[in-house]
């Protein structure tokens, strides 16, 4: 009877964490689930440089640099998945000079937050909503035809959307645009630093 009732409790923490889909690693080796395009991700970063890069491939994967290659095992990496629900998170580890490249489907719906530092975004169709206290957004190969709406925002410090001619600088500085074709959202905020988009 005991050994019954052990068998059920395995079986359901086994699922559980299948139904969940929680896998954690470290920066001290790379680090990659499967997913799917047109996913909805959000991304919780610790303070670091983060480029997130659209690629062919069906997976998320996660590699990182440090100054001091022995603490990589203290960057954390988490990624939780219920309900259609995607969510990366890292955390831990140095607080300067960390440089972390999230490789996605092209095709991804972005939710990122940050205390500080710099993101960049390449080759990702979808939409975009990324707020950082402190630091620099800079995302490449944005058609003003894509987006049924933008809007970007700093409290102190610049915008600039070379496509939708805007060079702004100063504080409490923002743009908005609207279209009714296009299929995705931006928004985009800063407390200080700098937007671009490109």
Aim: charged fraction near 25%; include cysteine.
């Amino acid at each position: 009877m005991k050994l019954a009732a052990g068998f059920v409790c395995v079986l359901m923490v086994t699922s559980a964490v299948a139904l969940w889909g929680d896998t954690s690693g470290t920066c001290a080796s790379a680090f990659s689930v499967p997913a799917d395009a047109g996913m909805r991700l959000a991304v919780y970063s610790k303070s670091a440089e983060v480029n997130l890069v659209g690629t062919d491939e069906r997976e998320i994967r996660v590699s990182c640099t440090l100054d001091d290659s022995k603490r990589a095992d203290e960057v954390r990496i988490r990624f939780r998945k219920n309900d259609g629900t995607e969510k990366l998170e890292i955390t831990g580890g140095p607080s300067n000079n960390v440089h972390i490249t999230i490789e996605i489907p092209h095709q991804t719906h972005l939710n990122i937050r940050m205390p500080a530092g710099a993101i960049h975004v390449k080759d990702v169709a979808g939409d975009k909503d990324i707020d950082i206290h402190a630091g620099e957004l800079t995302i490449s190969g944005v058609s003003p035809q894509e987006y049924r709406s933008v809007e970007a925002s700093v409290e102190a410090g610049e915008v600039r959307a070379r496509q939708f001619s805007v060079d702004k600088g100063g504080l409490f500085r923002s743009f908005k645009r609207s279209s009714a074709e296009g299929l995705y959202r931006l928004d985009a905020h800063i407390i200080t630093g700098s937007i671009r988009l490109n």
